[in-house]
């Protein structure tokens, strides 16, 4: 699957680049053999929803590790992000910041909105690990507009910290930025060496892996062209791709290829974003996806999350079924976390979960 002069060369590029240490790597990749077995493919899962630095793991981790490097080098002290209130991304940076002893300032739209005297879910958590909150309404106007209110809010918020001396750190929604987007070309580089060194191991024909701001997305395109794989890629659509979104990735990953040094271009129409599996919206759960977290669940006791890896899953469950994944194949469910949703609003969690609809 990976070449080894290839794997020592990109190893290389990453040495000179920021990292803090804030989760637990490699994350366990394993396979899944009561759906290997019905389907007559190999199934594996990469447990990204492991990567820790607490229970509650996910994507951003790896991200993180590279941008609070960036901002610790630079001596910022306060990390400015956004995302909804039930984020993810919001979560792991408010929990990598302690571990970091930086202070964590999230700017978070209520898509869905939350009961803010009795926080639930990821909102909870920031609570928790002491996140200074704002939260920006929905109701008037869209989710856009309140995404710029809650940029511009967000903008007197850093002036006024640093007018106070303080160095402020903004991190984009999802960690997607060039410095973000490292993260998921050093965790191809992670995938590639596990499956070097166990003999019993596949290499994959198609990775599955839900898609948001894209910095994940990015992160892989930019890894599988620096380390010359040629995997199907399948990003599932949660409910945010908009125009010109894929144009957007691929000057992502060609940014995080430039931060190591490796020039290359990364065509837009290199990649397909599967679109059909993104259900009734962003933050919305669909029959389809309740299924498939509660079959992974009970076959297998792995959780996902409602309205990111769950849409993914049933993507990839879909294919199994459709015959698209060719009997025999190999494939891979990038599993980046989300489990912490379930414990969020009911609109969240939606009513079909608890319905035995199998
Ligand atoms: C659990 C989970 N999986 C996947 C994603 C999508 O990752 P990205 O934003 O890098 O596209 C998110 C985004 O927040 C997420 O929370």
């Known amino acids: 699957m990976i070449n080894e002069q290839v794997v020592k060369m990109a190893e290389g590029l990453f040495k000179s680049i920021p990292r803090e240490n804030i989760g637990f790597f490699p994350t366990p990749l394993h ?24 229970i509650f793991g996910g994507n951003k981790t790896r991200k993180l590790e590279f941008l609070l490097g960036e901002a610790k ?43 803010e005297k009795w926080p639930r879910g990821n909102l909870l958590l920031d609570r928790v690990m002491g996140a200074e909150v704002h939260i920006e309404p929905c109701s008037s ?82 890894g599988k062209e620096l380390l010359q794989l040629d995997f199907e890629l399948v990003p599932v659509d949660v409910g945010l791709v908009e125009p010109g979104f894929k144009e957007d990735i691929a000057a992502l990953a060609e940014q995080a290829l430039s931060l190591l040094g490796a020039g290359r271009s990364i065509a837009p129409d290199s990649f397909v974003i599967e679109a059909e599996h993104a259900g009734p919206g962003y933050e919305i759960p669909s029959i ?37 994944i060719k009997k025999g194949s190999r494939v891979l469910f990038w599993h980046t976390g989300g489990a912490s949703e379930l414990f969020a609003e009911a609109e969240i969690v939606g009513d079909d979960i608890l319905t035995f609809a199998e």
């Open 31 to 54: 396979r899944l053999s009561k759906i290997s077995e019905r389907y007559d493919v190999e199934v594996w899962i990469k447990r990204d929803d492991l990567t820790g630095p607490s």
């Open 73 to 115: 080098q630079d001596s910022r002290d306060y990390i400015i992000t956004y995302g909804a209130t039930q984020s993810n991304h919001a979560m792991q940076t408010s929990i990598a910041c302690r571990k970091l002893g930086l202070n964590a300032v999230l700017y978070l739209v209520a898509v869905v909105p939350p009961d």
């Open 141 to 222: 106007g869209s989710a856009n507009e309140a995404r710029s209110r809650a940029r511009s809010a967000a903008a007197s918020r850093i002036r006024e910290l640093e007018d106070k001396g303080h160095r402020c750190y903004d991190i984009p929604s999802g960690g997607a930025s060039a410095t973000g987007t490292l993260g998921y070309v050093e965790a191809l580089l992670e995938l590639g060496r596990q499956v070097k060194q166990e003999d019993d191991l596949p290499g994959f024909d198609h990775v599955y892996q839900a898609t948001g701001s894209g910095g994940t997305l990015a992160g892989l395109l930019a």
């Open 288 to 324: 389809e996806s309740s299924v498939a977290l509660k079959t992974l669940a009970r076959e297998e006791g792995i959780l996902v999350g409602p309205v990111y890896t769950a849409k993914a899953l049933s993507a990839m469950f879909a294919h199994l079924e459709s015959g698209r």
